[in-house]
């Protein structure tokens, strides 16, 4: 089949968030067709030039969603080309769009749910009805998205003095909420840049039927939620064809933690708005929604998300580059942790490895390493790597290093020969700014330089390092520098670093934040966060039991083995793929360059005889049959099936348990 994949700030891109999975995915679903529609997010990553694509990948269209002066057609980027001004029907029009939509951003969210999970008054097969409680937001939007198919384009009229005016009424109407009520003239413009930019989409030339648009394509697919689904509503609604939205860091969730200080309290209201009716739209629309984790189903959940559309699809990740680390563990465990087994996880919007940023995830990587020698053969260096300590990531306020030096210093009152290592994402350790001269004076303080003797040189516990230096030329070799990989963050995502120590077979210790417990299912200590007595004691109780410490370290890698590799990510989405055309089929005459009909262009699925009756017709586009509602619809598709919603419940063998009298027992999940 033709799949369209819609990505924002990613794929095909060699930077950004989600070009890792996508890339696995397109080469690992290697019988289909792939069409790329990318929405870049700077000049530099545009400059970074593309990854290598293979054959599948049919055609690529790009579009930027970073430039300030967008104007439709041209050279790709919105530049060189004139958009046509509108006249004065053609900007009655615009407004009578676009003030439903700015109406329903300013106003609270009308309240009530159906059992299901969604806003009341949606259908089943994902299209809105009259009463679909969104304040006339999905309204207003189609309608933003047709002007723009028929005049070519929205920018101009976006940015315009009438748009301003409509924001002005909006926020000041009764029923707006109180944050926007004291919005002025600054604001109104600089939210409608914004805007502008979010919309930008609509915009594109994206939108036929003919070979290069969206309207051919069998399934659109969108990495993420935002901007990047937004081609794929517009596909859904004028031309039928099926929305999958993946998102392994919820979109929403991202923009509530990026808005900081440089905008004003009534642009932000004004944004979230926008951005919360933006991601229940496309949670309605979509045919199913696969969040990376149970942590981004609950806010899915929470913005409407039809319970019965959602399939939990943990990332896939590498494991043969974590195989020699993992794998020689037996050979390791002369040490007091078995050799040790250390790594975590940090942020919610990176990753700490050589090109591991895997996801969308939305979430960097911490971890907590040790050893000073990494992997080495035995004795006193085995020993030595068992008693350090590693942590993995990028350094910035969220991953809490403060707390981590802290509770290092409990640790060395009671265990004098443990040390500390920092590792710092590639390229990264160098721009952490403030926060990172922060974290080295205090381990300065807190730590002085040690020495054996009058006549060695000192040495500090704690260091700070960088993948790639030295020490560490390799991701796994961080992790295998240590016996125990800590986590420390107050803020996290998936964390990727943790599924990393898991594949090197290292014990954590953790912080109870974003999807930590899901992913550790019992392999592992986790303490609250922001309590650097917890964490030291957890990290204790581990130093000093080195065979709970190597059992616990084969578990998370035996666990990371079956739910966390690529192997499984593929397998589900190949599965959800022949689903969504088997209830969705585009049933389209598809021939050759002489015009005669080629054979076994369309999948076997389109030819399944007999219908999927609506309940609803939608008189507003093409009606297709909805999907298939099956019983277990919310848990995770392929090798994690048997897991369900409730990973958390993951078993703990006996052996991992903490004895009663242990200060790490109230740590323990």
Not at 656 to 666: H, M, Q, R, W, Y
Request: glycine share 12%; with cysteine.
């Amino acid at each position: 089949m033709r799949i369209g994949l819609l990505t924002e700030s990613g794929y095909p891109y060699a930077t950004g968030e989600s070009r890792l999975w996508c890339d696995r995915l397109v080469r690992g679903l290697d019988q289909h067709d792939f069409d790329v529609y990318a929405l870049s997010g700077s000049a530099r990553q545009e400059a970074g030039g593309w990854v290598s694509l293979p054959p599948q990948v049919g055609r690529v269209r790009t579009a930027p969603l970073w430039t300030p002066d967008f104007r439709p057609g041209g050279d790709g980027r919105g530049q060189g080309a004139r958009e046509r001004a509108y006249g004065r029907r053609e900007r009655r029009r615009f407004l009578e769009c676009f003030e439903p939509l700015a109406a329903a951003v300013c106003t609270e969210e009308a309240g009530g749910t159906t059992a299901a999970g969604r806003p009341g008054g949606d259908h089943e097969d994902g299209r809105d009805g009259a009463d679909s409680g969104d304040g006339g937001f999905a309204d207003g939007l189609y309608a933003l998205a047709g002007l723009a198919r028929e005049r070519g384009g929205l920018p101009a009229a976006l940015r315009s003095e009438h748009t301003v005016r409509v924001l002005e009424s909006a926020c000041r109407a009764p029923g707006a909420r109180r944050a926007v009520r004291s919005a002025g003239v600054a604001d109104y413009l600089l939210f409608a840049d914004q805007l502008e930019r979010a919309l930008r989409p609509l915009s594109l030339d994206w939108y036929d039927d003919e070979e290069d648009g969206l309207g051919a394509v069998d399934l659109c697919h969108a990495a993420s939620g935002g901007s990047a689904a937004l081609p794929g509503l517009v596909a859904k609604r004028f031309f039928g064809v099926p929305l999958l939205v993946t998102e392994y860091g919820v979109q929403l969730r991202a923009h509530y933690l990026a808005s900081g200080g440089a905008l004003s309290a009534p642009v932000r209201a004004l944004l979230a708005g926008f951005h919360r009716r933006l991601a229940a739209e496309i949670y309605r629309r979509a045919s199913v929604i696969t969040p990376g984790n149970t942590h981004a189903r609950r806010w899915q959940e929470k913005c409407g998300a039809d319970r019965a559309k959602l399939r939990t699809v943990y990332p896939g990740m590498e494991a043969d580059r974590f195989a020699a680390v993992g794998e020689s563990e037996p050979e390791r465990g002369s040490g007091p942790c078995g050799g040790g087994r250390a790594r975590a996880y940090g942020g919610y919007s990176g990753h700490a490895g050589h090109g591991c940023w895997d996801d969308g995830v939305s979430g960097a990587d911490d971890g907590v390493s040790g050893g000073d020698d990494g992997v080495s053969g035995g004795g006193a260096a085995a020993e030595a790597e068992a008693q350090t300590l590693v942590w993995v990531g990028r350094i910035e306020p969220a991953k809490d290093l403060i707390a981590l030096l802290h509770a290092f210093a409990e640790i060395r009152r009671e265990e004098p020969r443990t040390r500390l290592r920092i590792f710092a994402a590639p390229g990264q350790g160098r721009h952490s700014g403030p926060y990172l001269d922060h974290c080295q004076a205090l381990a300065a303080q807190l730590f002085p330089d040690e020495a054996a003797d009058a006549h060695a040189v000192g040495d500090n516990p704690v260091s700070f390092e960088e993948i790639g230096g030295p020490e560490a030329p390799e991701l796994a070799d961080a992790y295998a520098s240590g016996g125990i990989t800590v986590l420390s963050s107050v803020v996290e995502g998936f964390p990727i670093s943790l599924i990393e120590a898991m594949f090197c077979a290292r014990a954590t210790v953790s912080t109870d934040v974003g999807a930590v417990v899901e992913v550790i299912g019992g392999t592992g200590l986790v303490v609250p966060p922001r309590n650097p007595r917890a964490l030291a004691d957890a990290c204790l109780a581990l130093l000093r039991d080195p065979e709970r410490s190597r059992r616990l370290g084969a578990a998370a890698r035996a666990r990371a083995m079956e739910l966390f590799t690529v192997e499984q990510n593929v397998a589900a989405f190949r599965e959800i793929y022949l689903e969504l055309i088997s209830h969705s089929p585009v049933r389209r005459d598809v021939v050759d360059e002489d015009g005669e009909p080629l054979p076994f262009a369309n999948p076997v699925e389109v030819h399944v005889p007999g219908g999927w009756p609506s309940s609803h017709a939608d008189a507003h586009g093409p009606s297709r049959p909805r999907p298939a509602r099956t019983a277990h619809a919310s848990e995770p598709t392929g090798p994690a099936a048997h897991i369900g919603a409730h990973a958390l419940a993951y078993p703990l063998v006996d052996s991992a348990l903490p004895p009663a009298d242990s200060p790490a027992k109230e740590a323990c999940p």
